[in-house]
């Protein structure tokens, strides 16, 4: 099984940097994405996002003719599908109108002996979903839920496990889940990724992979909701948590997460309800622990607000408008520039709603702000530091690891300052 080309659909935080790692590997890959800007920065040999050594990949992937974007789906031997799987409406139910799009968009080019695989994190079934997709647009091709290891069409589920500002090693290196729709699907799948992947490539079927992932992140997001509620219990209690962490933590079978404002991302923040939306009845730990964690920014901005009236008691010649709040971080984990479901952009846009003062925002890793704080201008650390009479921490980035606040109130979401 051997694979000259190969189509990525959706080039962002997941879909560029795979691209660009099977294109290092002298296979030619048609990046697609929907973002005409995007396309056109790929193919000048750069990076509309922030991972490390991802442009010295792209650059090189391009320059040699080995990669190049597109806004329209082009023939290929195998397609790889990265695009978003966000919430629809306000229950958090999945969102798979973008994967029912990039269907649409490659069942036109597809032909017999073609692989095509499913990454975006899904809810179980989703790659059966993308399959009737595909089949109904392409009548004339067979597919693996009709025809099994007959069909024309390979098709598989390989979430992808990567951590941001590592993913280019992750990639590499991370074992890799191969989910089929039938053994052939996934040996074809394996076949693949067996390209670059130094990891193991452990095989099972579709609905189990897709139910990996999500298994993966709502363990995750429980043990950070532990973490969160402990921190709330605490403050109630007049306990440091970061140390009564510490002290737990010295006994050889415990292992506790830190707390912070929240919990981010297009992962943790997201899969866990992927898993509540198909068995409401069942998921109840996984339910409460996703409430926890949503609730932590509104506990963060009543932190706030009673910082405020502290420092107000404590200067009374002064009003509301009179203060300047700072918020340190943005993104929704440290030294990205990721802003999807962060607590901290989340926190920040309240802020700027709720507080008559000014508010300064400091995020070194983006070059402007996003459009739901366009009112607002980015700050320096070293502005906010002498303006600012609260200074509130919601990422811990190295540069505020480095550094501190020495005058006004401080509230430290994240036990650093």
Same mark, same amino acid.
């Given at each position: 099984?051997?694979?000259?080309?190969?189509?990525?659909?959706?080039?962002?935080?997941?879909?560029?940097?795979?691209? =660009?790692?099977?294109?290092?590997?002298?296979?030619?890959?048609? &990046?697609?994405?929907?973002?005409?800007?995007?396309?056109?920065?790929?193919?000048?040999?750069?990076?509309?996002?922030? #991972?490390?050594?991802?442009?010295?990949?792209?650059?090189?992937?391009?320059?040699?003719?080995?990669?190049?974007?597109?806004?329209?789906? #082009?023939?290929?031997?195998?397609?790889?599908?990265?695009?978003?799987?966000?919430?629809? &409406?306000?229950?958090?139910?999945?969102?798979?109108?973008?994967?029912?799009?990039?269907?649409? @968009?490659?069942?036109?080019?597809?032909?017999?002996?073609?692989?095509?695989?499913?990454?975006?994190?899904?809810?179980? &079934?989703?790659?059966?979903?993308?399959?009737?997709? /595909?089949?109904?647009?392409?009548?004339?091709?067979?597919?693996?839920?009709?025809? &099994?290891?007959?069909?024309?069409?390979?098709?598989?589920?390989?979430?992808?496990?990567?951590?941001?500002?590592?993913?280019?090693?992750?990639?590499?290196?991370?074992?890799? $889940?191969?989910?089929?729709?039938?053994?052939?699907?996934? @040996?074809?799948?394996?076949? /693949?990724?067996?390209?670059?992947?130094?990891?193991?490539?452990? $095989?099972?079927?579709?609905?189990?992979?897709?139910?990996?992932?999500?298994?993966? %992140?709502?363990?995750?997001?429980?043990?950070?909701?532990?973490?969160?509620?402990?921190?709330?219990?605490?403050?109630?209690?007049?306990?440091? *948590?970061?140390?009564?962490?510490?002290?737990?933590?010295?006994?050889?079978?415990? %292992?506790?997460?830190?707390?912070?404002?929240?919990?981010?991302?297009?992962?943790?923040?997201?899969?866990?309800?992927?898993?509540?939306?198909?068995?409401?009845?069942?998921?109840?730990?996984?339910?409460?622990?996703?409430?926890? %964690?949503?609730?932590?920014?509104?506990? *963060?901005?009543?932190? *706030?607000?009673?910082?405020?009236?502290?420092?107000?008691?404590?200067?009374?010649?002064?009003?509301?408008?009179?203060?300047?709040?700072?918020?340190?971080?943005?993104?929704?984990?440290?030294?990205?520039?990721?802003?999807?479901?962060?607590?901290?952009?989340?926190?920040?846009?309240?802020?700027?709603? +709720?507080?008559?003062?000014? $508010?300064? /925002?400091?995020?070194?890793?983006? =070059?402007?702000?996003? =459009?739901?704080?366009?009112?607002?201008?980015?700050?320096?650390?070293?502005?906010?530091?002498?303006?600012?009479? +609260?200074?509130?921490?919601? *990422?811990?980035?190295?540069?505020?690891?480095?550094?501190?606040?020495?005058?006004?109130?401080?509230?430290?979401?994240?036990?650093?300052?």
């Amino acid at each position: 099984m051997k694979f000259s080309s190969l189509s990525v659909i959706g080039l962002g935080y997941i879909g560029l940097p795979t691209a =660009a790692v099977f294109a290092s590997r002298k296979i030619k890959v048609i &990046g697609v994405d929907v973002n005409q800007r995007a396309v056109d920065t790929i193919n000048q040999g750069k990076i509309h996002i922030v #991972e490390p050594d991802l442009d010295i990949a792209v650059h090189a992937a391009v320059t040699e003719g080995y990669l190049k974007a597109t806004t329209t789906p #082009e023939p290929a031997d195998a397609f790889i599908v990265a695009v978003p799987t966000p919430f629809k &409406g306000d229950n958090h139910d999945p969102d798979l109108s973008y994967i029912e799009a990039a269907s649409k @968009a490659i069942a036109p080019v597809l032909a017999k002996g073609n692989l095509v695989i499913l990454e975006s994190t899904s809810p179980v &079934g989703a790659t059966e979903q993308m399959a009737e997709w /595909l089949a109904t647009a392409r009548p004339d091709l067979t597919f693996p839920q009709t025809h &099994g290891e007959d069909s024309d069409i390979r098709i598989a589920h390989c979430p992808e496990r990567v951590l941001p500002g590592h993913v280019m090693r992750e990639l590499i290196e991370n074992d890799r $889940v191969i989910g089929g729709m039938t053994p052939k699907c996934s @040996a074809y799948s394996v076949a /693949l990724y067996k390209t670059f992947v130094q990891g193991e490539c452990v $095989v099972t079927n579709a609905r189990t992979a897709e139910m990996a992932k999500l298994t993966e %992140n709502s363990f995750r997001d429980v043990n950070i909701a532990f973490a969160n509620e402990l921190s709330m219990i605490c403050d109630k209690l007049d306990i440091n *948590v970061w140390e009564l962490i510490k002290l737990a933590n010295r006994h050889p079978r415990v %292992n506790i997460l830190q707390p912070g404002p929240g919990v981010g991302g297009h992962c943790i923040a997201v899969d866990p309800w992927f898993i509540v939306s198909k068995t409401p009845e069942l998921a109840k730990l996984i339910r409460t622990a996703r409430e926890v %964690n949503d609730s932590k920014p509104g506990w *963060v901005i009543d932190k *706030v607000k009673l910082a405020i009236a502290d420092f107000l008691q404590a200067n009374p010649t002064k009003t509301v408008k009179d203060v300047t709040v700072a918020c340190y971080g943005l993104a929704f984990k440290p030294d990205i520039d990721d802003l999807r479901e962060s607590p901290a952009m989340a926190i920040a846009q309240q802020i700027v709603k +709720i507080h008559s003062g000014r $508010v300064l /925002l400091v995020e070194p890793n983006i =070059a402007q702000l996003p =459009a739901k704080l366009a009112s607002q201008s980015l700050s320096s650390v070293e502005q906010a530091f002498i303006e600012a009479d +609260i200074h509130i921490l919601l *990422v811990d980035h190295k540069l505020f690891k480095t550094t501190k606040p020495v005058t006004g109130v401080i509230v430290d979401s994240k036990g650093i300052w």
